[in-house]
């Protein structure tokens, strides 16, 4: 499966973005998809991840009540809503699937994920 993310920016902190996430390829509804991001100089971290039936769904204890994880299957395309926007979520977001079966709610480290996307840079300033 292909993945295309997009919807990075500039914005304000407190504001808000939604990212995209487009998939290709093999039957992108199949594949349960989660956000990570990665800051300069610091490891890729987990961010959200939600089932390819979209009835689960699991977050950073660090972006809880803020960002939103959704997925429109029929768009094949995943988002994640990010509100109350703060300098410490500047990063670069990356998203990423894995085949449904191989998916676990509690997947959050990188090496769970099979299939990654290019990654869209979001900066947030004060």
């Known amino acids: 499966v292909q993945l295309q993310a997009s919807g990075g920016g500039l914005v304000q902190a407190g504001g808000f973005l939604r990212l995209s996430c487009a998939a290709s390829?093999?039957?992108?509804?199949?594949?349960?998809m989660g956000w990570f991001r990665q800051a300069p100089g610091q490891e890729r971290e987990f961010v959200a991840a939600?089932?390819?039936?979209?009835?689960?769904?699991n977050y950073a204890d660090s972006v809880k009540g803020r960002f939103t994880i959704s997925r429109d299957n029929f768009k094949n395309t995943v988002y994640l809503q990010m509100n109350s926007l703060k300098p410490e979520d500047t990063a670069v977001y990356y998203c990423?699937?894995?085949?449904?079966?191989?998916?676990?709610?509690?997947?959050?480290?990188?090496?769970?994920?099979?299939?990654w996307g290019q990654g869209t840079k979001v900066t947030v300033f004060q």
């Open positions: 990423a699937a894995v085949y449904r079966s191989r998916w676990d709610t509690w997947d959050t480290r990188p090496k769970d994920y099979d299939y």
């Open positions: 390829g093999r039957t992108p509804s199949n594949y349960a």
């Open positions: 939600i089932s390819w039936s979209a009835d689960s769904t």
